[in-house]
C-alpha cells in the first residue's frame, strides 16, 4: 500500500507512485451478465491525508445502467493491503 509521507511534497508523492506503479500495471475488467469493460490504470491517483487510490478507468466509459457482480484484477507489480472501491455515475 502507498502512503504519503509527512515530509513528502506532492510533486515527490506524484513521482514515487509513478515509480512504483507505470500506466498499464494494473487492469481490471467489470463482468456483468450482459457485458464486460475492460479498465486500465493510466497513471492516475488521488490522495487525501496519507492515503493514496490508484485510479483505474476504461477508455469509453462505464455504463451507469448495468448491475456489475464481479471484477477481475491482474497487475505487474506486487499489490498487498489493497482495497477495492467501486463508484460509477453519470456526469
Known sequence: MVK???EETALDLDLRVKE???DGAI???LVSKAL???LRYKGHFAYGGDNVKLI???DGGVP???EFNAIVITTSVPL???SVWWRNYES
Do not use: K, Q, T
Open 56 to 58: 483505474v478507468e476504461s
Open 36 to 38: 464486460n469493460v475492460p
Open 27 to 29: 487492469e481490471a475488467v
Open 64 to 66: 451507469v445502467d448495468v
Open 80 to 82: 498487498e493491503s489493497v
Open 20 to 22: 512504483l506503479f507505470p
Open 4 to 6: 504519503r509521507r509527512r
